[in-house]
């Protein structure tokens, strides 16, 4: 890296991060090939370019610490500017040749690219890329190296740096901060759409985006008759003895936030929630707690989801028919290991080892019949030690 050996930016923080990755997992050598960027852009590039382009490039990272660029020479001075790379090299009309001449000098017998079968974070090489990079390798001892890197982007996404979590943290707080607005401003009487639409006011105020698509986010439910799911907020009528159910993120300084929150509309004369729905709620805090026991590092992201689950299903509630939790990060599902059940949807994720730096969430819900859908979820990071809440978590029903 030119300058100080210290990283000084996010991208100059994973592009050293990835280089320990390949280390552990005695990778000679992992490229991303990209082009166009406009049009197809790999997942991983935001964090080792920060960038697009325009003509094939080569991001080439080796374990020996190698950091090379092979790119168009109009992109070029873009990449100079990272200060992320030792070598930038530019070419005007062929990429094969600078390539070519990078692998034969580095004689790497491992070469990782950016496919996978079981996460769709990994696989950003498209096919036509892969079908060109084969052609301009087929002559060579190289085109029969390749390997998946999957375990270089699981890794790299999901061990958070302290600036990655610092950034989920305050996405958050801006999250939690957002609902207590909507707490005070959702009556009965309002729609489901004007709920929405007062959530998306205050994203709007404040200078961000959704964590997911925004026509879907916020979800809100209120009451028993509204279609629970990833779609967006209806006309359905905000009644009293509703459950007014929230799904909810923002997306801030390029990092996400996931959270679920439950308010209860007390009918006249009601000064506490109906006992079934209390006890619907305090089943979910208490599964989303055992979950939060649950999840140390090593242990594979099934067994969590199975506390969870037994938790849900030991209170006398069908077992929910998702995964208890899914990491998160730059992108709201960050992809890598999952909280889930060994379902064939969900290949080898649930599997996969927790790991300190991952931040899941955990999301356990029921349905109660006649008052509406009763989902909570929390963001959480895994230490050493254990997992600890990225924000406060809601322990107590809210009441309006």
Not at 356 to 373: D, K, L, N, Q
């Amino acid at each position: 890296m030119q300058g100080s050996s210290q990283p000084k930016t996010l991208v100059q923080e994973k592009v050293a991060q990835a280089i320990s990755i390949l280390q552990e997992n005695e990778i000679d050598l992992w490229m991303t090939v990209a082009r166009e960027t406009s049009a197809v852009a790999d997942p991983v590039l935001p964090f080792i370019y920060g960038h697009g382009v325009t003509w094939q490039t080569a991001f080439i990272l080796t374990r020996t610490g190698k950091r090379i660029i092979i790119i168009g020479h109009f992109d070029a001075e873009t990449a100079r500017r990272t200060e992320a790379y030792d070598e930038v090299i530019p070419y005007h009309e062929d990429f094969r040749a600078p390539l070519l001449e990078v692998l034969e000098k580095l004689k790497p017998q491992r070469i990782a690219l950016n496919y996978s079968l079981n996460d769709a974070h990994a696989d950003g090489l498209t096919h036509g890329l892969y079908q060109l990079l084969s052609g301009y390798l087929a002559d060579t001892p190289f085109a029969g190296r390749f390997m998946s890197a999957e375990p270089v982007l699981m890794a790299l996404r999901g061990r958070k740096t302290p600036v990655e979590i610092e950034r989920i943290r305050t996405a958050v707080e801006t999250t939690l901060d957002i609902f207590d607005k909507t707490f005070d401003y959702a009556q009965p009487g309002m729609t489901e759409r004007q709920i929405g639409q007062f959530m998306h006011d205050q994203v709007d105020a404040l200078g961000l985006g959704t964590s997911w698509e925004r026509a879907g986010c916020p979800a809100v439910h209120a009451g028993p008759d509204t279609v629970v799911g990833h779609a967006g907020p209806t006309d359905v009528v905000l009644e009293r003895g509703h459950i007014l159910h929230f799904d909810f993120g923002v997306l801030q300084n390029e990092y996400a936030s996931d959270l679920q929150r439950v308010v209860y509309y007390l009918r006249p004369g009601e000064t506490a929630a109906p006992p079934e729905v209390q006890r619907a709620f305090d089943t979910v805090v208490q599964a989303t707690q055992a979950g939060v026991d649950a999840l140390k590092p090593g242990v594979p992201g099934r067994e969590v989801d199975a506390v969870v689950r037994q938790a849900i299903v030991d209170a006398g509630y069908p077992a929910f028919s998702y995964a208890t939790g899914h990491q998160m990060g730059r992108a709201c599902h960050d992809g890598g290991a999952l909280l889930g059940p060994l379902w064939k949807r969900y290949g080898n994720l649930p599997n996969l080892p927790v790991e300190p730096g991952h931040v899941y969430t955990i999301e356990p819900a029921v349905a109660v019949p006649g008052y509406g859908y009763l989902g909570l979820e929390e963001d959480v990071l895994v230490t050493d030690s254990g997992a600890v809440f990225l924000g406060k978590p809601q322990t107590e029903l809210v009441l309006r």
